[in-house]
């Protein structure tokens, strides 16, 4: 590692976003502000993060387009502790079945821990929510299995599916009213497979289009297909849902970056005037002032990185929703 700080992926405790940064036991946040520069490059090889906060025995090298950041062997061990491996059928806990809405056409059915609030739904990018029951594990776990088969609802969506929608929503009543419509379609299956242990809960629609500010910022129009030694990404932060972020970069429009390809990379900060466009055409930026390194000060404080007024992007990239690559490094 050159710098020794890894990015630990985007997380969404509250709404307000946040970088996590690891160093051996270390632990820093960033707290991201739209409006703000963020910029950053990539250093030597990507390794796998590791499994349940444990670092990776193999220390392995991944491929820059594995959205897990996890070798083999470390996701089979993170996966076997999950939730969604139902290997915990005696968990004590709450939790709450939720319908999540992405786009027209596109809501699933899903399940959270009850102490995680709306947590979950924020890292899925989920635009509008409502929960639809609360009650233990396996009755939580049977309901979804009883939307699937009655009412053809899934529990995953592709994330790239997503990204193509999400600049073109239909209004906030319209996007409530998908929601609404798909909540009594499973209110009606009380009594018929609806688990008795599972308490329904009231229709609520909750919005998240402001939090994720994509109510007000341009369109996406790229993507972050991977991350390559020495790239370049940086911007001017706009939006951000679920493990993307929409940056605003001179030249190009608004970029999306997938956080998750960015676990597992030493990252160096990026100062403003190396990522102005003339700089990003000659190659990739020096590290001085934007990123990991600034967290790793900020001992007594957790304010976002900024990369001041500067961006570009020297990676590839990918069309939003059509899958073609943009002529290698930009």
């Known amino acids: 590692m050159a710098g020794g700080w890894w990015c630990a992926g985007l997380r969404w405790p509250g709404e307000r976003p946040e970088l996590g940064w690891s160093r051996g036991g270390d632990r820093r946040v960033s707290v991201l502000a739209y409006g703000a ?3 950053f490059r990539a250093l030597g090889e990507r390794h796998c993060v590791g499994a349940r906060g444990n670092a990776c025995p193999l220390g392995a090298v991944v491929p820059g387009r594995a959205t897990g950041g996890r070798c083999a062997e470390c996701a089979r061990l993170d996966r076997a502790h999950s939730v969604a491996a139902d290997t915990m059928a005696d968990d004590p806990r709450t939790y709450r079945v939720y319908l999540a809405w992405f786009g027209p056409g596109m809501v699933k059915v899903g399940i959270t821990g009850e102490e995680r609030g709306a947590a979950r739904l924020r890292e899925q990018g989920a635009v509008v929510f409502s ?13 979804e299995e009883v939307l699937r088969a009655a009412l053809g609802v899934p529990d995953r969506i592709p994330y790239a599916r997503k990204r193509a929608v999400r600049g073109r929503l239909p209004g906030r009543e319209e996007r409530a009213a998908e929601v609404a419509e798909l909540y009594g379609r499973a209110a009606e299956l009380e009594g018929r497979g609806w688990p008795e242990s599972l308490e329904r809960l009231p229709l609520e629609a909750v919005d998240q289009a402001a939090v994720f500010g994509i109510d007000r910022s341009p369109a996406p129009v790229r993507s972050v297909r991977e991350l390559v030694e020495g790239g370049v990404v940086a911007g001017r932060l706009v939006a951000a849902a679920g493990p993307d972020l929409h940056l605003a970069v001179d030249g190009v429009g608004v970029v999306v970056l997938d956080t998750r ?23 990739p930026a020096s590290s001085q002032t934007a990123s990991p390194q600034a967290a790793s000060q900020q001992a007594a404080s957790s304010e976002a990185v900024s990369a001041g007024a500067g961006s570009g992007a020297r990676v590839p990239l990918i069309d939003i929703g059509g899958g073609g690559v943009q002529g290698g490094l930009f």
């Open 261 to 283: 390809l960015i676990t597992g990379w030493d990252l160096a900060a990026v100062p403003a005037e190396a990522v102005s466009p003339e700089a990003a055409s000659r190659g």
């Open 131 to 143: 929960w639809l029951g609360r009650g233990p594990l396996m009755a939580a776990r049977r309901t």
């Open 37 to 39: 520069g963020l910029g």
